[in-house]
């Protein structure tokens, strides 16, 4: 597919966050995502190569770590301040998983700083664990351009170094977005589809792909105009 074209998905209207939010139907119908708060979307500049850039809209919610497993239903419905909420009545010091959530939640929730904190929590529970990591890594990718040229890396290093991780392939792919580098997007997302389909992230990857490609699809056949 012309790189220029792969994400002209966002430019089409659909834009990566509505993107997500129809992708997280494979996961049984629950999202990441949370009704609109006072959080304000952060806006990166482009770093992406003329002509593999995306396109469209960039009023993209707070950059946040997509976790393996779908928000529950009953916290999914909440606004983002409702979640870090019920996260942190759940957050233990000594249970990594918990604090993942929490700190997903606060950056959703736009509180990057508080995220980095149970980020930093949860790596001292889980000390060999790459999830916070690549959370870690996020945080610093929402300071802006330096900082998301640092978390670009640091995910590179992450998934070279664990090559079969969903979350950490499907989290490059994420922050790709935020970068909008649709190269890296699809490049990332089939990692994760080709790694194990039927998770629930490998479900959302695939979702993802295919309106990636039919939206491509749709373009090419109106003539509308892509970059490349």
């Given at each position: ?12 209207g659909l834009g990566l966050a509505a993107a997500a939010i129809a992708g997280s139907l494979a996961l049984g119908g629950t999202t990441q995502m ?31 770590m997509v976790l393996e497993d779908p928000v529950p239903e009953d916290i999914a419905s909440l606004s983002p301040s409702g979640q870090v909420a ?112 039927d998770t629930p992230i490998g479900r959302t990857s695939v979702a993802l792909l295919k309106g990636i490609a039919e939206q491509g699809t749709r ?10």
């Amino acid at each position: 597919m012309n790189p220029g074209r792969i994400l002209a998905i966002v430019g089409a209207g659909l834009g990566l966050a509505a993107a997500a939010i129809a992708g997280s139907l494979a996961l049984g119908g629950t999202t990441q995502m949370a009704p609109p708060d006072e959080a304000q979307p952060i806006v990166v500049g482009v770093v992406a190569a003329p002509g593999e850039e995306l396109t469209g809209p960039t009023d993209l919610p707070p950059l946040a770590m997509v976790l393996e497993d779908p928000v529950p239903e009953d916290i999914a419905s909440l606004s983002p301040s409702g979640q870090v909420a019920r996260y942190r009545d759940d957050a233990r010091d000594d249970d990594a998983e918990s604090l993942l959530r929490l700190a997903a939640a606060e950056q959703r929730a736009g509180a990057q700083d508080a995220a980095a904190d149970a980020y930093r929590r949860a790596r001292a529970a889980d000390p060999d664990g790459i999830e916070p990591a690549i959370g870690l890594a996020m945080v610093d990718a929402a300071t802006g351009d330096a900082g998301m040229a640092r978390a670009t890396s640091a995910l590179a290093g992450i998934t070279r170094r664990n090559p079969t991780s969903q979350v950490a392939w499907f989290n490059r792919g994420w922050l790709a977005t935020y970068r909008r580098d649709g190269r890296e997007v699809v490049t990332s997302w089939k990692r994760v589809a080709e790694i194990d389909p039927d998770t629930p992230i490998g479900r959302t990857s695939v979702a993802l792909l295919k309106g990636i490609a039919e939206q491509g699809t749709r373009t090419a056949t109106t003539g509308g105009t892509t970059t490349g």
